[in-house]
């Protein structure tokens, strides 16, 4: 395993409780990276706990949403870890803020070895919270990890949908083709200049009739309420050549066998609402919801305390990794 030089002082986007003990763990996953993450234990916690290991939003660090719903559940009781993925944040992989369905589904397996393992964790009780576009990983992984007892998705984003259809499934076949060649063109000058493309994260500015999830994203990703250095959503963005593997690779495929609790999170107003109701539609079993929160947008889930129904999340992981 990779030694990494983390950064010890706090730097999230979010206050530091008083309510738990925060520590940098590391750990592999089964591609060989070393993935870095916070661990978040309860104080004054004795024996063994139920845990919960989270990731996203999708090109985010953890010390951005992830960490804070890490934060505020460990807070409630639970070990939670809050994860970098490959290519990103404080763990390995070259080249940067690359991505891939595949690794990134391996990356939260890896995160539930590491808590499977842990003394102060009960390995029959672990839970999955994926936000935004690891909320479709996260099915992913519970369509084929029995580990998983229950499984939260926030303000879910299928990757492979969106990159290959477009936002509101807008991309036809023929458009599809003209994106797979310009995507194409771009890796032959990436191997030719020896360094990949970025497209760039959230833009500094966006025109007036930018759409208004973009303008969303910007109040989150570019100001003091979200912004973060190794974020690559405030910064440079992920390789752009990585939406060929998305394109190509489908997400959630098997979410109709997944047999542990499911609970889909997801805002009425959100653009992207439209992932978690097509997907829920696809979940069978009595322990399935959608739980739609009425006037929150895409962005409202990933920081606004008065909106994310933490209440209603520790009631399902207690219901179902307790069962």
């Known amino acids: 395993m990779a030694e990494l030089n983390l950064v010890q002082e706090w730097d999230k986007t979010f206050p530091k409780s008083d309510k738990v003990n925060h520590s940098k763990v590391t750990f592999n996953n089964r591609y060989g990276f070393t993935l870095a993450a916070d661990m978040y234990v309860p104080k004054n916690a004795e024996g063994k706990l139920p845990a919960i290991a989270v990731m996203g939003p999708f090109g985010a660090c953890k010390e951005q949403s992830a960490g804070l719903y890490a934060q505020t559940m460990a807070e409630r009781g639970f070990v939670t870890i809050a994860v970098d993925p490959s290519f ?33 964790v009960d390995p029959e009780k672990i839970g999955t919270i994926g936000i935004c576009g690891f909320g479709g990983m996260a099915l992913n992984l519970a369509s084929m990890d029995m580990r998983v007892k229950a499984t939260v998705t926030s303000t879910m984003y299928n990757m492979s949908r969106v990159n290959k259809d477009g936002y509101f499934d807008a991309i036809d076949e023929d458009a599809r083709y003209e994106l797979l060649k310009q995507l194409n063109k771009t890796r032959t000058e990436d191997f030719r200049k020896g360094k990949v ?33 190794r974020s ?20 959630a495929t098997n979410s109709s066998e997944i047999r542990s609790a499911v609970l889909m ?22 322990n399935k919801e959608l739980m739609i929160i009425p006037g929150a947008t895409h962005v409202d889930l990933y920081d606004n305390l008065e909106v994310i129904p933490f209440d209603k999340m520790v009631e399902f992981f207690n219901k179902y990794l307790n069962a």
């Open 88 to 120: 990103m944040g404080e763990s390995t992989g070259t080249p940067r803020n690359m991505a891939s369905p595949d690794i990134n589904t391996e990356d939260f397996a890896a995160a539930v070895d590491f808590l499977y393992v842990q003394d102060n």
């Open 265 to 286: 999170i997801h805002g009425e107003k959100a653009h992207s609402c439209y992932f978690s109701k097509d997907e829920f539609k696809k979940l069978k079993g009595a």
């Open 232 to 251: 690559a959503n405030s910064n440079e963005g992920r390789v752009d050549t990585a939406k060929l593997q998305f394109i190509n690779m489908p997400t």
């Open 197 to 229: 493309t970025y497209p760039g994260g959230v833009p500094e500015t966006l025109p007036k009739d930018a759409p208004w999830f973009f303008k969303d994203y910007q109040k989150y990703y570019k100001t003091d309420r979200g912004y973060h250095v």
